[in-house]
């Protein structure tokens, strides 16, 4: 199984949890290098007991944030609005006492020390996100339009009225912004009214649906609510992040770097969406995720040989047939 822990990460911060994770998973292996006097490790790179225990326990306590993690990173999914709720739970997973009963049987004083930290960072979480929660929340407003009862209840926030007031507001101003410039005032005062209105009527069918079931597939379902749709697509295609934007940043130096400074925009553009294809939603912690890139890349060059083929037994001006599915 030790192939299972050579993994992509994708911040800092993931490699440093694999890294810790490693400590933890070859402990038993450590511990049998250390009574070999042979390798002459020096005292000060030796771990004790307290240390592995406080390794494994760092593992419990950042596992949540990378879930969390990945979750906003997604951009082929609605995360804006479910970053509120992500967020309270992972405040509430964090609470100091939470991992108590995993650490049973560990040095009382790493469970002290996890604790502390989990202190830490639930504070330092709730600081950074408290606008998310406040009136001008562009994550509110994309919950707002959600399904699902009780969007608007949070264990470690509270959501007063008057916030849910602007939240709704906010809303309204948002379908009027994107209006044509030359609407005349009299149709924008019309509109604003119909889309109250229609606001108001939209969180009642909300609060009645299943909260699993995917916004871009209920909208859709309710054309009486049209004036609200531009409202609900904007906010539904913000994305949580900028993840996904600064891997195509990376990604791109790699097929533009200093040695192909000189590469044809369309070719680079050719190139960069390949790349694309071939990574797109594989999982990059697993050699499961290696295999599905690599059978990719082994579909790409099939077609791009069977394509080949076709141009050559082809007479000479005939078109060649176009690649097999969009994605090629």
């Known amino acids: 199984m030790y192939d299972s822990l050579v993994v992509d990460v994708e911040t800092r911060w993931d490699s440093e949890l694999a890294l810790v994770e490693r400590v933890v998973y070859f402990d038993s292996v450590f511990l049998e290098m250390y009574g070999i006097p042979q390798l002459g490790i020096p005292v000060e790179c030796i771990l004790d007991r307290f240390e592995f225990d406080l390794a ?7 596992t949540p944030l990378r879930v969390f993690t990945k979750f906003v990173q997604n951009r082929n999914k609605v995360t804006l609005a479910y970053v509120p709720r992500l967020i309270d739970d992972l405040i509430s997973s964090l609470a100091p006492g939470s991992f108590a009963a995993r650490m049973m049987g560990r040095t009382p004083e790493s469970l002290l020390e996890l604790e502390k930290f989990q202190a830490c960072l639930v504070t330092s979480i709730r600081a950074r996100f408290s606008d998310w929660f406040e009136g001008d929340s562009l994550a509110l407003e994309a919950l707002y339009l959600t399904p699902g009862p009780d969007r608007f209840v949070f264990t470690n926030f509270v959501i007063t009225p008057a916030i849910l007031d602007d939240v709704r507001a906010n809303i309204v101003d948002d379908v009027i912004e994107l209006l044509p410039p030359n609407t005349p005032q009299a149709r924008i005062d019309l509109h604003r009214q119909v889309a109250t209105y229609m606001l108001q009527l939209a969180r009642s069918r909300l609060d009645d649906a299943n909260q699993d079931l995917d ?8 054309p009486d609510l049209s004036a609200l749709f531009p ?3 904007m906010l539904f295609s913000m994305p949580a992040s900028t993840g996904e934007d600064e891997r195509g940043f990376s990604s791109a130096g790699f097929t533009l770097n200093q040695r192909r400074s000189r590469l044809d925009l369309d070719n680079f553009r050719h190139e960069h969406r390949i790349r694309h294809f071939l990574t797109a939603d594989a999982d990059y912690n697993s050699q499961n995720g290696r295999r599905e890139r690599l059978l990719r890349a082994h579909g790409l060059l099939e077609e791009y040989a069977r394509l080949v083929q076709v141009a050559a037994a082809a007479p000479a001006g005939a078109p060649a047939d176009a690649p097999a599915g969009e994605n090629h």
């Open 231 to 233: 409202a609900a697509k």
């Open 215 to 222: 916004p871009l597939v209920w909208w859709p379902e309710n």
């Open 56 to 62: 494994y326990g760092m593992t419990l306590v950042l």
